[in-house]
Every structure is written in C-alpha cells, then in structure tokens.
C-alpha cells in the first residue's frame, strides 16, 4: 500500500492550495481517511478525517477553511485549502485505516505573511 501525497508550496497568506494524496494498494471507498500536519518544532496534530460513511471532522483552526474529499474512480483524497494563514505552515500528511494505518510522506505548505 503506497500513499503518494502531492500538491504543497510556498504560497501567501489568504491563498489557496489543494492537497492530494494518491493511494494505491487499497481503496480509499469505506475507508476512513484524512490528514495531519506537524508544524516545525512542534507535535504533529490532526487536521481532518472523513469517515466510511463520509463524515467529516475538522480541527477547530481550520473550519471553515479546509475541506476534505475523495475521489473513489481516482482512489485520490483531497484537501482544499483556503484562506491560507501563517500558522498553517506544516509537513502534511495522509492516512488511510485498512487493516492497518497507513501514512503518505507528506508534502511541505510553507504560509507566508
């Protein structure tokens, strides 16, 4: 099972930027999913999840802002992110929980004021 995350770079703040996160090995359909980030010297914190039956969860600092989607004929998760802040800035990664939790590389969002 590979997850292949994409879609990172330096932008300014109040841009946007959508994340991808290309699974293969499993598919993403009835499997929970989603993103977390870990921020320079700081404990890697949990972003969003969608769940086997679609739910959604978001971390308080992002709603609103942040929308997560998957794309099944893809096998593709999204992260839509708008009205980029500074403190967004942070590694991010994905998961997909199978029979296991499996994790992409993450990809680099760099904010800037």
């Known amino acids: 099972v590979q997850l292949q995350a994409s879609g990172g770079g330096l932008v300014q703040a109040g841009d946007s930027l959508r994340l991808s996160c290309a699974v293969s090995g499993r598919s993403v359909n009835n499997r929970a999913t989603g993103w977390f980030r870990q921020a320079p010297g700081k404990d890697r914190e949990f972003v969003t999840s969608?769940?086997?039956?679609?739910?959604?969860t978001y971390t308080d600092s992002v709603k609103g802002r942040f929308t997560i989607s998957r794309d099944k004929a893809k096998n593709t998760v999204y992260l839509q992110m708008n009205s980029l802040k500074p403190e967004d800035t942070a590694v991010y990664s994905c998961?997909?929980?199978?029979?296991?939790?499996?994790w992409g590389q993450g990809t680099l969002v760099t904010v800037s004021s």
């Open positions: 998961y997909l929980q199978a029979d296991y939790v499996y």
């Open positions: 969608i769940s086997r039956s679609d739910a959604t």
